[in-house]
């Protein structure tokens, strides 16, 4: 084979490559979100960074721990530090549960201390998060004869609003 005949067909080989390469970068560009790369850390992202996942851990368990918890003669003060933890939508489901809570709680003179003993990540992105949460639920009033233990498991969904984490449902297993 001549040397002539050697570089056509080399350069055949590497311009076939180029097409097969070109075909391939192409085919991409036409699926969506293919050449979108993000932090983990963006609002779009759809994998969390570590720093996302144990705060939202964390945020888990302050918010059902003020949410599970109110004392009769602290009901307002109670309600208005789990509210300041919420979404909108889920501070009106809350008050109107606690409308309920409130009415008894007062009669009875109830002392609801909740205890978060344990939490499980069940899914987190930067913008929305599921969390597992093991509430110990320690429950005294004059219309019991002992004080009471409930151990609650609690689906508790997390939403980012205005850069911080706000709780935007409650769901009792």
């Known amino acids: 084979m001549s040397g002539l005949r050697r570089a056509v067909l080399v350069l055949a080989v590497l311009v076939a490559g180029a097409a097969v390469a070109l075909v391939w970068v192409l085919r991409d560009a036409d699926v ?4 979108e790369v993000t932090s ?15 705060t939202v851990r964390e945020v888990a368990t302050d918010a ?29 489901r809350y008050d109107r549960t606690m409308a309920g809570v409130g ?3 007062r009669r009875d003179h109830t002392v609801v201390l909740a205890d ?16 597992l949460v093991f509430v110990n639920q320690h429950t005294s009033s004059d219309s019991l004869s002992e004080p009471r233990l409930d151990l609650d498991r609690v689906l508790v969904t997390l939403e ?11 769901d009792s297993l």
């Open 32 to 35: 969506p979100g293919a050449a």
């Open 40 to 54: 983990a850390e963006a609002a779009s992202a759809t994998v969390a960074s570590a720093s996302v996942k144990e």
């Open 64 to 92: 059902a721990t003020r949410a599970y918890s109110y004392a009769w003669d602290t009901l307002d003060e109670d309600r208005s530090r789990a509210r300041a933890l919420m979404t909108e939508p889920m501070q009106r």
């Open 103 to 105: 009415t008894s709680s």
């Open 116 to 131: 978060v003993v344990e939490t499980g990540l069940v899914s987190a992105t930067s913008s929305q998060a599921r969390v």
């Open 160 to 170: 980012r609003v205005d850069g911080g984490w706000r709780l935007a449902d409650l």
